[in-house]
């Protein structure tokens, strides 16, 4: 039997995998409540991608971890009757069991108070201190009277100096989306009591953003990744920097070194917390962290559209002036909006995952799906459970799980093997056609072009299905039966290698269907080999079970009751 090889992978160049070995981050998720569909904006993405990359051959490493100080930690503190401690430790471990739920599968989920975290966190500020990019300076700031306490980033809610929107002491986050330095805010308030601040003499440290202008207006150039990370962050280049103050008069962080009345800003050990993180993987599975951080790895990062100034900015000035690796890429997502509505928890707008969805018992592939194939991956992602039943009634049941099961139906019926044939010329041509839109979409960073690729396999399938009628044929040339049974399983081979990425509890299922086994993470060069003959098929089963109306109905109902109350 002739065997095919990957040709599209010669024929053309592509970016990846690149040449040595890759570390891929999610922004760590804050651990103040539970996980959102906003947060999987992120990692879905990141995961599907990490399973390309490796069925592309590329050696990956995938790293994450909670995100763990800050004030929001400490209003929810207080707001529940708890230490920060507890509250940590409650949603770390909500984000540790969650995950795996969905089939997103890190090589390691750290925390950012682990000791690892303060200890590299401190050599990192010693180095910038070293090196004179940190410095120390007298400042006001605001003290509210009442609780008799200095009122850092979420303690204080007042008005953006930029664009008139409120916001929050250390961002506007229902404007502009700067990053606002302590003190900016006009006419701020205290959130726990109401009170207007007095302004109080307090020592505070900065670091020199300043010297990085020239540097950070080359690197983002050159930067892979998105073209809203990059534009974006130039755009707040060419405003013009300012020092950014990295201390904070809190008791909950990670502590300046030699001033125990001061903690860092949470958004510098944040991103620290990528290399606690690999240093955690590094411990438990004997690998070089270093490699990564600094020497000749690649460094990627999957981020929300609303941390871009932190990554893009602060992020490689930190790296730089402690001489640590350089992101390769920054992977920006759009924003999330819920059935039509800006993303927003205090006025409802938002989708528990785990409450409103897996308890629920709907399908955690259906969901990666749709996080996938909606839209863009720079573009607002809007989820209406409405349209979330239309993709999964129309695309998955319809399309490719109707191909999938009236092929292996059909031939297990027929034939109970795989029966024998020679794969058509056309149907090659096919599925070369979508491997290169994959790839394509892989050095974009684009998820929705893959998806779709893979779902127009399915249509293609279910043409070439109808088109030559295998039941008709079984009776009257029972060798073009064979011949295309074998085609249509070869695309159902296909397809289970494909979809992996996207749905790896699906592909599992699919591949005991097709195999009478389980087995994972086949390489992209396996999609055009030949199907081996004989191979006996296994029970037939729809991968998909469709959303009723009334269903989506009751869902929709929660949703709306939700946004009712909180705006009550």
């Known amino acids: 039997m002739r065997c095919l090889k990957l040709e599209v992978v010669k024929d053309l160049k592509y970016k990846f995998p690149l040449p040595r070995p890759v570390l891929v981050t999610c922004g760590l998720p804050y651990v103040n409540g539970p996980c959102h569909i906003a947060h999987l904006r992120t990692y879905v993405p990141a ?16 790293i994450c971890g909670s995100d763990t100080h800050g004030t929001p930690i400490l209003v929810k503190a207080e707001a529940e009757g708890l230490t920060p401690q507890e509250v940590v430790k409650k949603y770390h471990k909500h984000f540790v069991e ?32 070293k090196n004179g990019y940190i410095y120390g300076k007298q400042l006001k700031l605001p003290y509210c009277p009442t609780c008799n306490r200095f009122l850092p980033d979420r303690y204080q809610k007042g008005t953006c100096p930029y664009c008139g929107a409120i916001a929050r002491g250390d961002e506007c986050d229902q404007g502009c989306g700067r990053y606002l330095e302590p003190g900016e805010l006009l006419d701020p308030r205290c959130v726990i009591c109401g009170t207007k601040p007095e302004m109080r003499e307090t020592r505070h440290y900065f670091m020199k953003l300043t010297a990085f202008e020239e540097f950070l207006r080359e690197y983002l150039k050159q930067m892979d990744g998105t073209e809203n990370a990059r534009n974006y962050a130039l755009q707040w280049l060419e405003k013009g920097l300012r020092d950014w103050n990295i201390t904070r008069n809190l008791d909950w962080g990670v502590e300046f070194p030699g001033e125990p009345n001061l903690v860092l800003y949470v958004w510098v050990d ?3 917390g990528y290399i606690s993180s690999t240093e955690e ?8 962290w270093e490699y990564f951080w600094k020497g000749s790895g690649y460094l990627i990062h999957f981020i929300g559209g609303d941390i871009i100034y932190h990554h893009c900015l602060f992020w490689p000035s930190m790296l730089k002036g402690a001489g640590y690796n350089l992101p390769y890429a920054v992977v920006a997502s759009g924003m999330v909006r819920v059935e039509g509505h800006k993303f927003s928890k205090s006025r409802g707008y938002v989708l528990w995952v785990k409450e409103d969805y897996l308890d629920k018992g709907l399908d955690p592939d259906a969901l990666r799906y749709y996080i996938a194939s909606y839209t863009g991956h720079t573009r607002d992602l809007d989820f209406s459970w409405s349209s979330f039943g239309e993709k999964l009634n129309k695309e998955l049941v319809g399309t490719l799980g109707n191909f999938l099961y009236r092929t292996i139906l059909f031939a297990k019926k027929n034939y109970g093997h795989v029966p024998q044939g020679e794969v058509e010329p ?7 056609a979508v491997i290169r839109e994959i790839r394509e979409g892989l050095d974009i960073y684009e998820f929705k072009k893959i998806s779709d690729a893979i779902l127009s396999l399915a ?23 064979r011949q295309v049974t074998y085609n249509c399983l070869w695309i159902a081979k296909a397809l289970q290698i494909l979809i992996e990425p996207i749905m790896p509890e699906k592909a599992d299922k699919l591949h005991k269907q097709l195999f009478g086994r389980v087995e994972r ?8 080999k030949p199907l081996e003959t004989g191979i006996k098929l296994g029970d037939p089963k729809p991968l998909f079970k469709q ?22």
Not at 281 to 288: C, E, L, V
Not at 459 to 481: I, M
Not at 521 to 528: D, F, P, Q, T
């Open 47 to 62: 995961d599907i991608f990490i399973r390309f990359l490796r069925k592309l051959g590329q050696q990956v490493v995938f």
């Open 98 to 129: 969650l995950f795996p739920r969905l089939g997103i599968d890190f090589d390691n989920y750290g925390s950012t108070d682990d000791p690892l975290n303060h200890n590299r966190t401190k050599e990192i500020i010693l180095q910038l201190l």
């Open 270 to 272: 944040a991103p620290i």
């Open 281 to 288: 993987w590094a411990m438990k599975k004997n690998g070089d």
């Open 426 to 432: 056309d149907v090659v041509a096919e599925v070369e």
């Open 459 to 481: 249509a293609f399938g279910n043409k070439y299905l109808q088109e030559n009628e295998p039941w008709r044929l079984v009776k009257t040339d029972p060798n073009r039966a």
């Open 521 to 528: 993470n086949k390489l992209l060069s396996e999609v055009l």
């Open 547 to 568: 959303i009723s109306e009334e269903e989506i109905e009751e869902l929709s109902r929660i949703t709306l009751e939700r946004v009712s109350t909180a705006k009550g």
